[in-house]
């Protein structure tokens, strides 16, 4: 099992599998979410995945994604789309153990600051990995 949460504490959560799409993104949109150059993502059954301590808070980041975060110190946490309805991606640095859920690939790459160097040998994808 894969526990996490948020900077403040308020926030947990539990997912009970295998963490699948291990990526490190770097579109603007997450960029701009997180304040950060790139943020590390895995997914898991959407099902398998709770909340165990006070809810998120939630947006609508675009008109088929969902984000949810800590109402109290802003941590980002989950990313849901509309049209993937059985996962949901979880910030991989929000896990109590970020080794857990290497990144595997880079994501967006199209999208990536000019200054941010990949200096590691995972595969690159220009768009997302998934089509959507």
């Keep these: 099992m894969l526990s996490g949460g948020c900077y403040c504490g308020q926030v ?4 009970e599998a295998p963490p699948f799409h291990a990526t490190l993104c770097h579109c ?5 979410i997180a304040g950060a150059a790139s943020v590390a993502w895995f997914s898991v059954p959407r099902a398998s995945f709770h909340f165990t301590a006070t809810a998120p808070a939630s947006f609508r980041s675009s008109p088929r994604v969902t984000r949810r975060f800590c109402g109290s110190c802003g941590t980002a946490l989950t990313y849901e789309h509309d049209g993937l309805p059985d996962e949901i991606d979880v910030t991989t640095a929000s896990l109590d ?3 857990a859920a290497a990144p595997r690939d880079h994501t967006w790459t199209a999208e990536k600051l000019r200054w941010e160097p990949l200096c590691d040998s995972l595969p690159v994808f220009p768009g ?5």
């Design 28 to 32: 603007a949109d997450c960029r701009r």
């Design 97 to 99: 153990d970020p080794e």
């Design 12 to 15: 947990r959560y539990d997912a």
């Design 128 to 132: 997302p990995w998934d089509g959507i």
